[in-house]
Each structure stands twice: as structure tokens, then as C-alpha cells.
């Protein structure tokens, strides 16, 4: 990849910042976003807002690093831990997208994950969406929990805090973490009313099956 595109990317981890905040997703600097760039992580820095952000300003981080190594004028992210642990643990992830979006936070709070009501679960890679435990933010103990519940999945919530998408690529993670509050919304408003009735197994596989085959942009 040219300078450029490196350019490229660290703009387009700023306008994600910027859309999810004016579309409601996040509040202020509480969320964060990475975006694997060879054999680097280039992450949001810590605690400034995102209005203020240019490419340069972006962090970058070795994926295969062991202790706080970053260049850029910025710290990273209070949550490198986790952006740098899951791009390691994923090579076939590009992108890490971290919202404390209402909805799945809510669910986070209470330690509920997201079962089988709906179909469309079945996008986030299984039958469920995983609530991690609660570890402090910023720990490499959030960092472990975080990869477990992603195990197997695109998006997952910790409890107490948030929510976490992941994809190949920004527009994707983008579109994952939007999906993922769209159904966290969807499963409160159910548990309002008595609870969803779930989907069996069967149902889902079906449903994991009918998505390989035609690609989740034309599904209905």
C-alpha cells in the first residue's frame, strides 16, 4: 500500500468516528476504531474529540508488539489492548469498531447477550451475540475477554460497557456495528413485551447458509 492509501485509511477511521457520532451511535470520545494497515494498527488517539482529528493525528501501533509502542503525535486509545489483540488474534479482519451505543449497552449493562431472535444474528457469524465479563477498561484482562467472545463471531458486547464489531474492511465494521445497535434495539423493545420467540438452530444454520451463498447486501 502507497503513503496514500495509508492517508486514505486514516481518513476514513475519522469520518467513521464522525458518522457514528452524528448518527447517534456514540456519545463524545467514548468509542474507538482501528483499522489494520500492513503490519500496523492505526487507531484513534486517546481522549481527543474526533472534530479535531486529521490523518496525522492518527496512532499507529505494531500488530505483533508486546508493550505500549506507538509513533504518531497522539497516545493511542485507552483500548489498544483489545484493538491490537483482536487484529492479531483475526488476519482476516480489517477493521475494529467500538461504540458505547444505547442500545447494546443497555444489553451490556444487565449481561444480557443477543440470542436467536431474529434472523439476521445470524450476520454477526452464529446463533447468538456474546456478552463478555466485565474487566476495567483499558486492561489486558478486557483484552482476553474480548477475543473469547468474538471467537467465531463479527461483533460481540462487554458487559458493563459496550459493544464491539469487527469486519474486513471500515464500510463493513461500520455497517456491523449498525446492525448490531439496530438489534439490540429490537431485542429490548421484545423483552418489553414479553420476549421474542427464538429461532431454533435449524433455522439459523439455514439462515448462515442462505447469507454464504448470496452476500448480505441484497438481503431482504
Known amino acids: 500500500m502507497s503513503s496514500t492509501e495509508e492517508t486514505s485509511l486514516r481518513q476514513a477511521i475519522i469520518d467513521g468516528?464522525?458518522?457514528?457520532?452524528?448518527?447517534?451511535?456514540?456519545?463524545?470520545?467514548?468509542?474507538?476504531?482501528?483499522?489494520?494497515?500492513?503490519?500496523?494498527v492505526l487507531i484513534t488517539p486517546s481522549g481527543i474529540p474526533y472534530e479535531e482529528l486529521t490523518p496525522q493525528k492518527i496512532a499507529s501501533m505494531p500488530i505483533d508488539g508486546e508493550d505500549f509502542e506507538w509513533t504518531g503525535p497522539l497516545k493511542p486509545s485507552s483500548e489498544w489492548h483489545f484493538h491490537r489483540a483482536i487484529?492479531?488474534?483475526?488476519?482476516?479482519?480489517?477493521?475494529?469498531v467500538h461504540l458505547h451505543s444505547t442500545f447494546a449497552t443497555v444489553l451490556a449493562m444487565a449481561h444480557k447477550p443477543i440470542?436467536?431472535?431474529?434472523?439476521?444474528?445470524?450476520?454477526?457469524?452464529?446463533?447468538?451475540?456474546?456478552?463478555?465479563?466485565?474487566?476495567?477498561?483499558?486492561?489486558p484482562e478486557l483484552s482476553r475477554i474480548a477475543v473469547e467472545a468474538l471467537e467465531g463471531r463479527t461483533a460481540c458486547l462487554l458487559a458493563n460497557h459496550g459493544m464491539i464489531a469487527i469486519a474486513p474492511t471500515m464500510e463493513k465494521a461500520?455497517?456491523?456495528?449498525?446492525?448490531?445497535?439496530t438489534l439490540a434495539k429490537q431485542y429490548f423493545y421484545s423483552l418489553q413485551i414479553g420476549g421474542a420467540v427464538m429461532l431454533s438452530k435449524e433455522q439459523i444454520d439455514e439462515?448462515?447458509?442462505?447469507?454464504?451463498?448470496?452476500?448480505?447486501?441484497?438481503?431482504?
Not at 439462515?207 to 431482504?220: E, I, K, M, V
Request: aromatic share 12%.
Open 17 to 40: 468516528c464522525l458518522r457514528m457520532n452524528a448518527e447517534g451511535f456514540n456519545q463524545g470520545t467514548s468509542g474507538n476504531i482501528s483499522a489494520r494497515y500492513e503490519d500496523r
Open 87 to 96: 487484529l492479531k488474534n483475526r488476519p482476516e479482519q480489517g477493521a475494529v
Open 115 to 139: 440470542p436467536s431472535c431474529h434472523y439476521m444474528v445470524a450476520c454477526f457469524g452464529g446463533n447468538d451475540v456474546r456478552c463478555g465479563d466485565y474487566a476495567r477498561y483499558g486492561t
Open 174 to 181: 461500520l455497517w456491523t456495528a449498525v446492525e448490531l445497535e
Open 207 to 220: 439462515t448462515l447458509q442462505a447469507f454464504s451463498g448470496y452476500g448480505l447486501q441484497n438481503h431482504d
